[in-house]
């Protein structure tokens, strides 16, 4: 049952093979075993989650069920869901229960029924790569639990690669949805943005931010995605759109498809192992009947440090709302106003979080402005013209997700230009608001472990059926999804 | 671009973060790699290129002006550390 796909675990919940509360109940056991080591889960209410599995079992009894109506799954902690406590990895947020539900969540729990396991571990508010900066604590990789399991949707990507879920959600503003994917053997996709709604969703970098789904295989991210996409009035960049069926095309061949390979992606800085994956799946393409051209992403090495003025310097203005007033930690000494905002914050934030703040401040404030956001918005400019002369040549776009499998805890945690170089391969897409997706594709040795590696996959504007589909048609060839960490 | 330890508490002023004497050189050097990091977008020529500040280029979407939401104060303010009558408290400053 714990390796069963979203569409098996549909159909068993129709015909009364199982129900929602036995299923909860089986996940419930799950994390009560494993998450003391793991940490993927920041907060865990059987209670709630049960009474929710009971209502689905109710609702499926009563004939208007949802497809994935009593299916249970594992939510981000940057997600506001009502009547859970919503810490988004930081101690600022430590006791914050939320009094509304995000959109997300109102999508896929009050809409399609489905229901929460808790709340998932990240790095706080979504700054971090590797799942070290969260308040709660480091997440153990489950296929090494000396590595990281990637970040920022690190306690994501753990529950489902250990099964604690059957699938989760994600958010990715520079990499965090994909990169945790690749780390633990899933599949996840971040969408065109716009498509999801931002709503009730902690804000990072509001013109990167995109939240998506992370599972175990694309047929059912393409499902999950389905219940979660949708125009939202309440986000301002939500796009208007029909609703779409993401799993419509999966099954359409692959014959004819032209995947472009962006020399810069194979240049160097790719680790020998990763590189040897990414080239077995190249061939597994050519087999599957699609032609390979080469394409050039030339601006894509300014992603980086475009991406760390852009995304900063939205943070530092978005988390000013964290004042010690309205909600949040408020610190017990203070003099003055002032000082219960400064203490306040200073307690509050951890030293990531604080650093970016203080980058995004100084790159927005009198006199650096031109030279750094205005550049760097510029900058950004030209890497979406760089990946739309691409598409002029090219269906998708494919290399790496990271340069390299997991990295042992503590490797990269005092140096953050070394963290940030971490997502090299994942940024530009944010930049340009495109979709792009994460799926497994082979394993490296280290230390006698093995390690998954991730392919990525980036395609057009609202192109999520057409990379769902070339993701899914590759795991009908290959097994490298259905792999699970030992000793679970 | 290299900051100095004036700048950093600048900084930190108008960020409202307290950084006390002792973090100060560890966060300077910290920032400062990473600025040195984001200096390679000086060497871009970014002539006639327009600033791109959302994926989709998009005017922001106008909405009738019109009550939508309900009154749900005591929901709002249940998550606040100090409220006293609807409103929020705060040190006093106006003397």
């Known amino acids: 049952m714990i390796n069963a796909s979203l569409k098996e675990l549909s159909a068993a919940l129709a015909d009364k093979r199982i129900s929602s509360v036995e299923l909860t109940q089986l996940y419930l056991d799950r994390i009560a075993r494993l998450n003391p080591d793991l940490n993927a889960y920041v907060t865990v209410d059987a209670a709630r989650s049960l009474a929710a599995a009971q209502a689905a079992d109710a609702r499926r009894a009563a004939g208007n069920a949802h497809a994935l109506t009593g299916v249970p799954l594992a939510q981000k902690d940057i997600f506001c869901a009502e009547g859970w406590r919503t810490t988004c990895g930081s101690k600022m947020l430590e006791t914050f229960v939320s009094p509304y539900d995000a959109h997300v969540v109102t999508r896929l729990e009050k809409d399609a029924g489905m229901v929460s396991l808790g709340k998932t571990n990240m790095d706080e508010f979504a700054m971090g790569s590797s799942n070290e900066t969260s308040y709660y604590g480091p997440v153990q990789n489950p296929w090494d639990r000396s590595r990281v399991p990637g970040g920022s949707s690190g306690g994501s990507a753990a529950a489902v690669a250990a099964r604690m879920a059957p699938i989760a959600t994600g958010t990715d503003t520079g990499g965090s949805i994909r990169q945790p994917a690749a780390l633990c053997n899933l599949t996840g996709l971040k969408p065109t943005y716009g498509v999801v709604s931002r709503w009730g969703m902690i804000a990072f970098a509001s013109s990167l931010d995109q939240a998506g789904p992370m599972g175990k295989s694309a047929e059912d991210c393409a499902l999950l995605l389905s219940a979660m996409a949708g125009f939202d009035p309440k986000d301002s960049t939500s796009l208007d759109r029909p609703v779409e069926d993401y799993a419509r095309d999966l099954e359409q061949p692959l014959a004819g498809l032209k995947i472009g390979l962006p020399k810069e992606f194979f240049a160097d800085g790719m680790n020998a192992d990763v590189a040897q994956a990414v080239e077995a799946a190249i061939a597994e393409y050519r087999k599957l009947g699609a032609e390979i051209v080469e394409v050039s992403l030339p601006n894509m090495k300014l992603s980086v440090p475009a991406y760390y003025v852009i995304a900063p310097a939205e943070a530092s203005s978005n988390l000013s709302r964290f004042d010690g007033v309205r909600y949040g930690h408020r610190a017990a000494e203070y003099t003055d106003l002032t000082s219960l905002y400064k203490n306040s914050r200073a307690e509050g934030f951890g030293a990531e979080v604080k650093r970016r703040i203080l980058i995004g401040t100084y790159v927005l404030s009198h006199g650096y402005y031109d030279a750094y956001y205005l550049q760097a918005q510029k900058v950004r400019r030209l890497i979406a013209q760089d990946f739309a002369a691409a598409f002029a040549q090219c269906d998708v776009i494919l290399g790496p997700t990271s340069p390299d499998v997991a990295f042992r805890a503590g490797e990269k945690a005092a140096d953050p230009v070394q963290m940030y170089l971490s997502d090299i391969y994942t940024i530009a897409v944010n930049l340009a608001g495109l979709p792009g997706m994460s799926l497994p594709c082979g394993f490296a040795q280290r230390d006698g472990k093995r390690l998954p590696v991730g392919l990525q996959l980036i395609g057009d504007y609202f192109s999520e059926a057409r990379l769902l589909n070339v993701a899914h048609q590759y795991q009908r060839a290959t097994d490298w999804h259905q792999q699970m960490p030992e000793g679970l | ?95």
């Open chain 2, 1 to 95: 671009m290299s900051l100095t330890l004036d700048q950093v508490a600048r900084i930190a002023h108008l960020a409202r973060i307290e950084v006390t004497p002792a973090e100060s050189e560890a966060v300077r050097d910290k920032l400062n790699g990473i600025l040195a990091m984001i200096d390679e977008l000086q060497s871009v020529d970014t002539t006639n290129v327009a600033p791109m500040a959302h994926a989709q280029d998009l005017a922001q979407r106008l909405r009738d002006d019109a009550v939508t939401e309900t009154d749900r104060r005591a929901a709002y303010q249940a998550v606040a550390p100090e409220t006293e009558a609807g409103l929020y408290l705060v040190p006093k400053v106006i003397e």
